[in-house]
């Protein structure tokens, strides 16, 4: 059984195009991050499911029933939003507590409800509050709260995280996933930052222009992008310009590289290679490398990413470095730096 | 934990709303026709005051005679250049310029220091200071102009006898507005920094104020003397008790023998008041510009 | 450079502080002195003038009797100027709010809602015989809309109700300063309604009643209760615009008007002992005005 079913759904803002034809099934219980730049689309689809927008054409289902025509306000769904947007003239409890009021649920239920939501994003202690009163985690959590007591079918979260700061956004990340688990929440999340969508989703649609690029688990978006897009949108990307040179090898300057994403290249032909930091590392005299100049390092704690420009196709690539070696380079140092190209993808380049 | 059970859409206590899932959602065109019939209701009732004014200053017509076919019949400006011609017209309506060129002065020369006082030096003063300047509210200006017959009558009659001693009352009536315009340019463009900047340049206090504030400070400037003029100009209440023949007293006064002329002379100053309005917001906004390129 | 221009202006900053912290401590006080002597001379001293004189009996003893003789002698002007004031600022609120609403949520010409924004800020200082004179042409005996209402069959002078130099001339005529400052008021803090409350409210199983109900009324409620007030002293104190319509208007400021320019001698309590009612009633809404606002600004982040 489907949760959530976006079949073809389109719609256009006049003479831009935000969703070319989606189709989408987010299974019971399920957790998709759609992910994206902004104007891809993301917020579109998550806005059709809600009904703040209304598609041009395609249907939109929730466990095999058409709800493309329903009023937002009957559509069982909870949302929550960037912008927290708590009701400022209620209380947490009040908050929390509204969409059960509009449901006509008794009191005595209603209560018993708002208690335990409030226990489930741990904001017991803070029933009473207003909204100005507490922090913005706290509030969003609150909204989680309220989007959650109202036990939709399905959750829609538009880039809840995006308005904290950093700290509070890792912490709320993996509670919105334990919660979500927990209650085995069919959860629609729309994000357009990658490392987000990585970390809480059971599977990842990356977006652009309107389309769905891909949609996998994490893992298999990251290590295996179906387009240059994704590979550039999901974690970084060190680009080379390439000449294929066999069926499963290209030429970076005179240095090759066994590849399997050749695809049905020509040999000769000029390709992007893009390849992962992590799958780039510095050459300890073993191993031949391309010879470059280190130009910089930047310091991130468990690794170290050093920048080295090639002196073959003249190319700046980050280098990602787990060893202590890397502390001691020096802007001008010489190093080799050796590819692994396993997980690289080709691009054909854009001609001028 | 007694936790919220599987949310599935049926069986619990949440009624899962549904059936009519065809019917077509309300077209938002429709939400529009309340809002659209407050904004045309609106525009009558403010602008047919304005043109019948416009069309009983200007068009000779008496109103029983008025109809489709007279409607353009007999327009022109000689009731206006009639009241022009009155001698009180140029005594009175010199006056009334020279009391608001006089309040803008006081104003300023009022408001500005000590505006800026209250930001550099004094920040804790401020919320005593604001409330200072919302009393005139309280105190209106028939209430004020009692307070000057109570006061000033018996203790200072030397001082009534004069034509400007109008121009204290009118600086207190305009302070709220004219003390929040300041404050608002003075807050935006952070005096505590400019001021630093300035001096740590070198420059002296007077040539940082001179150099420094006051071009930051015009289009404040600009607008509290625009509202101060406005004020002055159409200010009746103290100048008719206090028996001062200004514009506006003149202007009733005159419309009690010659209506036409009378209402001739409200919308004179009804456009003057605009105009210089569009003046203002003309400078004002030339200045801004001026402003966003130099920075 | 950048270097030493910071040093330089960190070690101002140092050598200034001690000096400003010295200033502050008395003598800071002594910049305010212009300003403060200024509004002593010429709004304290007068509003002082006012209040005294309304405790003074003839012979010079100070009693009440003025303070309860302005009410009982002029009870009917008291009556008419609270009618006035609470009719117009009812049907300001209202008419404000709706009107802000309809602007604010206005997309179609992107001029209107600035255009609204700014003929309020004009139209709501222009009272006065400006504003008068514009409705006798219109709603006079004589009136162009007079007029036309008796073209399209209604005679409005026939009907009774309507007179401009009686109560609903004047509550018309008020409403033309009114409903822009009502706008002026409610304006920012519907601008204060995030659209993603309305949809949250929606998502929540709400009907758009709902969300006003329990949303958006609330929120405005102390800028509508706040405006009340404002609207309500705004009309107390206006006194041009009803002078202008008609010289013998029953209302609380021409009445003082009148008792001042009556009596030369200044011996009468009673025009000070009206005005000093008319503070006393301004006092109180403008500072319940200041206080919901304040209660209003509390919900904008």
Redesign the interface.
């Known amino acids: 059984m489907s949760a959530l079913t976006y079949s073809s759904v389109r719609k256009t803002f006049g003479p831009t195009v935000a969703l070319e034809g989606l189709d989408l099934e987010v299974h019971d219980g399920e957790l998709i991050s759609l992910l994206g730049p902004s104007g891809c689309g993301k917020t579109t689809a998550l806005r059709i499911a ?3 927008e ?1 598609a041009d054409s395609g249907t939109i289902s ?2 095999d ?15 929550v ?1 960037q ?1 927290y ?1 708590l ?4 209380t947490v409890a009040g908050n929390v507590e ?2 059960l ?5 008794p009191k005595p ?1 209603r209560h018993k ?1 708002v208690g ?2 409030l ?2 994003v741990q904001l017991t202690a803070l029933a009473n509050r207003y909204a ?1 009163q507490i922090s913005g985690g706290q509030q969003q959590r609150v ?1 989680l709260a ?8 399905v959750l829609l979260l538009d880039e809840p995280l995006s308005a904290l700061d950093a700290k509070v956004r890792a912490t709320l990340r993996d509670e919105i996933r334990r919660i979500q688990t ?4 069919t959860t629609l999340f729309v994000t357009h930052d990658q490392e987000e969508a990585l970390a809480i989703s059971d599977r990842v649609g990356v977006m652009s222009n309107g389309n769905l690029e891909q949609l996998g688990p994490p893992t298999e978006v990251y290590r295996h992008p179906s387009s240059a897009f994704v590979a550039r949108f999901v974690g970084s990307m060190n680009e080379l310009p390439a000449v294929v040179r066999g069926p499963d090898a290209v030429a970076v300057g005179g240095y090759v590289v066994t590849t399997p994403a050749i695809g049905r290249r020509e040999v000769g032909e000029p390709v992007l290679f893009l390849v992962r930091p992590e799958d780039m590392s510095l050459g300890n005299g073993e191993a031949a490398g391309i010879s470059g100049t280190v130009t910089g390092r930047t310091f991130q704690g468990a690794a170290t990413i050093v920048a080295v420009r090639l002196d073959v196709a003249d190319s700046l690539v980050a280098v990602h470095s787990s060893g202590s070696a890397a502390t001691h380079l020096s802007p001008g140092d010489r190093v080799d730096v050796v590819i692994d190209g396993a997980r690289g993808v080709c691009e054909t380049p854009v001609s001028a | ?9 049926e069986g ?7 059936g ?7 077209g938002r065109r429709f939400g529009r026709i309340g809002p659209n019939l407050v904004l045309i209701a609106a525009a009558i009732f403010f602008i047919a005051p304005l043109v019948s004014m416009t069309r009983f200053a200007l068009q000779k017509v008496p109103m029983p005679l008025l109809h489709w076919s007279t409607i353009f019949d007999k327009w022109s400006f000689s009731a206006l250049t009639d009241a022009f011609r009155e001698p009180s017209f140029s005594d009175t309506l010199l006056l009334s310029l020279r009391l608001a060129f006089g309040t803008v002065v006081v104003t300023l020369a009022l408001l500005i220091p000590t505006a800026l006082f209250v930001h550099l030096k004094l920040p804790k003063a401020r919320p005593i200071v604001e409330f200072l300047t919302v009393l005139p509210y309280v105190v209106p200006p028939i209430a004020l102009v009692a307070g000057v017959a109570a006061f000033f009558r018996p203790n200072a009659r030397w001082f009534l006898n004069s034509n400007y001693s109008l121009i204290p009352f009118y600086v207190v009536m305009a302070l709220p507005f004219t003390y929040r315009s300041i404050d608002a340019g003075i807050k935006a463009i952070d005096v505590r920094t400019l001021v630093d900047a300035s001096r740590s340049l070198g420059a002296s206090w007077p040539s940082t104020l001179r150099r420094a504030l006051l071009p930051n400070l015009s289009a404040s400037i600009i607008s509290s003397a625009f509202l101060t003029t406005a004020v002055v100009l159409g200010e009746f209440t103290i100048a008719r008790t206090l028996s001062k023949q200004t514009f506006p007293v003149f202007s009733f006064d005159y419309f009690g023998r010659k209506a036409q002329g009378g209402i001739a002379l409200a919308l004179f100053t009804l456009v003057g008041s605009t105009a210089l309005l569009g003046l203002f917001t003309l400078l004002t906004r030339r200045k801004s510009r001026r402003q966003t390129t130099r920075f | 450079m950048t270097a030493e221009l910071i040093e330089v202006e960190g070690g101002r900053t140092k050598s200034a502080a001690p000096k400003a912290a010295k200033i502050r401590s008395g003598t800071a006080w002594f910049g305010l002195l212009p300003f403060l002597l200024f509004l002593g001379l010429f709004l304290v001293l007068p509003t002082y003038g006012v209040v005294r004189k309304a405790f003074i009996a003839n012979d010079g003893s100070y009693t009440w009797t003025g303070i309860s003789d302005a009410i009982s002698k002029e009870g009917a002007a008291f009556r008419t100027s609270l009618k006035v004031s609470i009719v117009t600022a009812l049907l300001g609120v209202v008419l404000g709010t709706l009107l802000a609403y309809a602007a604010a949520t206005a997309t179609r010409p992107k001029w209107l809602r600035s255009l609204v924004s700014a003929f309020s800020g004009v139209a709501a200082n222009m009272g006065g015989i400006v504003l008068a004179f514009a409705f006798f042409t219109l709603l006079g005996r004589q009136g162009l809309g007079t007029k036309m209402l008796n073209n399209i069959g209604y005679n409005l002078y026939d009907t009774g109700w309507f007179d401009l130099t009686g109560f609903w001339g004047w509550s018309t005529v008020y409403m033309y300063f009114q409903v822009p400052l009502m706008v002026l008021v409610t304006l920012p803090a519907i601008d204060g309604l ?1 659209a ?2 309305r ?9 758009t009643w ?1 969300y006003w109900r ?2 958006g009324l ?2 405005l409620a102390p800028s509508m209760l706040g405006g009340f007030l404002l609207l309500f002293a705004n009309a107390f104190s206006a006194f041009a615009t009803a002078y202008a319509l008609n010289t013998g208007s029953n209302l609380v400021p021409v009445k003082i008007s009148f008792f001042l320019q009556g009596d030369i001698s200044g011996r009468s309590p009673m025009p000070f002992a009206l005005a000093t009612w008319m503070i006393i009633i301004m006092a109180v809404s403008m500072g319940g005005y200041l206080f919901l606002r304040k209660r209003a600004e ?2 904008r ?1």
Request: net charge positive; charged share 20%; proline share 9%.
């Open positions: 809600a009904g703040f209304r929730v466990s029933a058409d709800i493309t025509n329903l009023p937002p306000h009957k559509r069982n769904m909870g949302m939003f912008s947007s009701f400022p003239n209620l509204y969409g009021r509009t449901r006509g649920i239920e409800r335990e939501m226990e489930l100005h909204a309220r989007a959650l007591a109202i036990q939709p079918q927990e209650l085995g929440i | 934990m007694a936790l919220v059970t599987q949310p599935t859409p619990t206590g949440v009624p899962m709303i549904r009519d899932a065809a019917k077509p959602g309300r | 995030q993603s409350w949809e949250a409210s929606s998502n929540l199983g709400g009907t709902t329990r949303v609330p929120i509390r919900w982040s």
